[in-house]
């Protein structure tokens, strides 16, 4: 193991507790043990209990640090504090980056502060040495903080609901709190995963890690589509499209500007249709090297309002411009239907429809109704990923997180086995936070952009075909902008099914400590290409691959280590060089 756990908490807070750690673990690249700790010997550990001191010794830990995290949450789950438990900011050393975390904060003891927060300076956490081994602790409860984020446990209590069924995204806490644009999350994360490097860097502790993705990728960019419409004139809309043209002069140009006389004949009648537009998408990402997700209805038949599917999964058009997009590498996914938030069996049904034309490994639920047994159920039907999580009315990070996790059965008081990628931009969110504005929108793209590489992160971001039209997926458009400002700021782009396997694989790679100077690596999953990162020395010599197979790569303080073809239960030695 890299990293064990003591946790010394209420009993109803035991399994969160485990389930945030093992989720911590995943972004940052650890290998954390919470259970059976003292099967061996671990280069660390971390202790999860109240404030004040605690039952274990650093001389008991048996490792070379020890990292105290307080846990500050009330007797009762549910009861916290709307103040005390506020979304706060805090800087990593001297990085001015500010870092995200929801909890009450109580003072430290003298030492080196590792990280400060944003109001006044005061030390976040602070380390200690003393005869080789360092002590480290957190003015702030980072589990708590992540299971708050992740589980988006306020939601539960919001009694009102909208049309859809939804609690209103307003009353949601990053919206109520203006924290949308903060991944409270994956920041907690980071910051434990960013200590244990830290320390182990000082102290000259040889650490591995696993860095997010392989090829030296520094984030990915996974653009998708749901395809909700491939007709515009329908009764209903052209009864609305009257209204809103009345309503214009009132609102943002949210109105796409009226059409000729001869081209809206021409729409009405079909033969310019502007929601029949998926053959120009696929072009205008094709020749750009992307390849997107689309995801689909696949309801029986075809509907006359929204929000129930307005093609059904028999529309040949549909079908013919999917052939052409597999051809070309895109992903089709299930975009579930609106009913099947009400009655999950009907996912059943629709899962073989779209298996029958791509094999399919995800989901998106339309309208965003998602819940616990619709991951119940995806899980059972053999999904990898569902990708729900986020706003149709703002802008940014739901769950607090921008890197696929499992979700957290409240109920059962578990982990889901099935990923939930989760996304922080919809275009229609997009356009109506900027009010229309182009410079505005590539502004918050841009925030975001910053926000997500930093960590490291997925940027999953949704852009329908048929909203205003298909304005904004035409050439020209903000998103043929965005595709452009991504590849030269040097980002990916993977479908989600591909960022889905990778992250499975990735998770199920386990690192061993076995003694100072050497860790082993097991691979659970044949790899192409794994990227290991070392602090507090270098990797000087690998057993179980040819020499060809592996290099490193010396950065900062840090070095980097590529392992190339990794295959299931084939042990990798690492051994660290000498050190100075």
């Not at 995943?26 to 259970?35: D, F, M, T, W, Y």
């Not at 990708?387 to 979700?407: D, K, L, N, Q, T």
């Not at 392992?563 to 299931?568: F, K, V």
């Amino acid at each position: 193991m890299t990293i064990a756990a003591t946790i010394e908490v209420p009993p109803f807070w035991l399994r969160p507790a485990r389930y945030v750690l093992s989720e911590m673990a995943n972004v940052c690249g650890l290998s954390i043990e919470a259970e059976r700790h003292e099967a061996g010997r671990s280069i660390g550990r971390i202790v999860y209990s109240r404030p004040g001191p605690s039952s274990l010794s650093l001389e008991e830990a048996r490792g070379n640090f020890r990292i105290a995290i307080p846990y500050l949450g009330s007797e009762t789950a549910s009861r916290f504090e709307q103040d005390a438990w506020a979304a706060r900011t805090c800087f990593w050393g001297d990085d001015r980056i500010p870092l995200h975390v929801r909890s009450p904060v109580i003072p430290l003891s003298a030492g080196l502060p590792l990280a400060q927060w944003a109001n006044g300076g005061e030390p976040a956490i602070v380390l200690r040495e003393a005869g080789g081994a360092a002590f480290v602790e957190f003015s702030f409860d980072a589990i708590s903080s992540y299971f708050l984020a992740i589980t988006q446990r306020e939601e539960h209590a919001i009694r009102e609901r909208d049309v859809h069924g939804r609690p209103p995204q307003a009353m949601t806490f990053p919206v109520a709190n203006g924290a949308t644009l903060s991944p409270v999350a994956t920041d907690s994360a980071l910051l434990v995963g960013r200590t244990a490097r830290a320390v182990c860097e000082r102290i000259r502790s040889f650490l591995v890690t696993k860095t997010a993705w392989p090829f030296g990728i520094h984030a990915v960019a996974c653009i998708t589509h749901d395809v909700d419409s491939v007709r515009k004139w329908i009764v209903p809309r052209i009864v609305g499209q009257m209204r809103a043209y009345a309503r214009a002069e009132t609102r943002h140009a949210a109105v796409p500007k009226r059409s000729t006389i001869l081209d809206t004949i021409a729409e009405m009648s079909g033969f310019l249709d502007p929601h029949r537009n998926l053959g120009e998408i696929r072009a205008l990402e094709t020749t750009r090297g992307v390849q997107g997700t689309f995801f689909l209805q696949m309801a029986p038949r075809r509907a006359r309002r929204d929000p129930l599917a307005l093609y059904s999964y028999r529309n040949l058009y549909v079908r013919r411009e999917m052939r052409r997009a597999r051809r070309e590498g895109h992903e089709l996914a299930l975009h579930s239907t609106y009913e099947s938030a009400d009655e999950p069996a009907r996912l059943g049904e629709e899962v073989q429809r779209i298996s029958a034309m791509s094999p399919s490994s995800g989901a998106r639920q339309h309208y965003l109704r998602i819940h616990r047994r619709i991951w119940r159920q995806q899980e059972s039907l053999g999904l990898l990923y569902d990708s729900s999580v986020g706003y149709s009315e703002f802008v940014g990070f739901r769950g607090g997180a921008c890197h696929p996790y499992h979700p957290f059965d409240s109920q059962e008081q578990k982990s889901l086995s099935i990923l939930e990628i989760p996304f922080s931009v919809m275009d229609s969110a997009l356009y109506e936070t900027c009010r229309g504005s182009r410079e505005k929108m590539e502004g918050l793209l841009r925030s975001i952009e910053q926000t997500i590489a930093y960590r490291n992160g997925v940027f999953v971001s949704i852009w329908h075909n048929h909203y205003l039209d298909g304005a904004l997926v035409k050439e020209g458009s903000v998103l043929a902008w965005y595709l452009d400002f991504l590849k030269e700021r040097g980002w990916h782009f993977w479908t989600m099914d591909r960022v889905a396997r990778w992250w499975k694989a990735r998770n199920t790679a386990e690192l061993l400590y076995r003694d100072p100077d050497t860790w082993e690596l097991i691979p659970r999953e044949s790899i192409d290409e794994l990227t290991l990162r070392s602090d507090g020395g270098a990797p000087e010599r690998i057993e179980g691959l040819a020499d060809g197979a592996w290099s490193v790569v010396r950065q900062g303080r840090s070095s980097l280590l590529t392992l190339r073809g990794l295959r299931p239960a084939n042990p990798v030695t690492i051994h660290r060089g000498a050190t100075t």
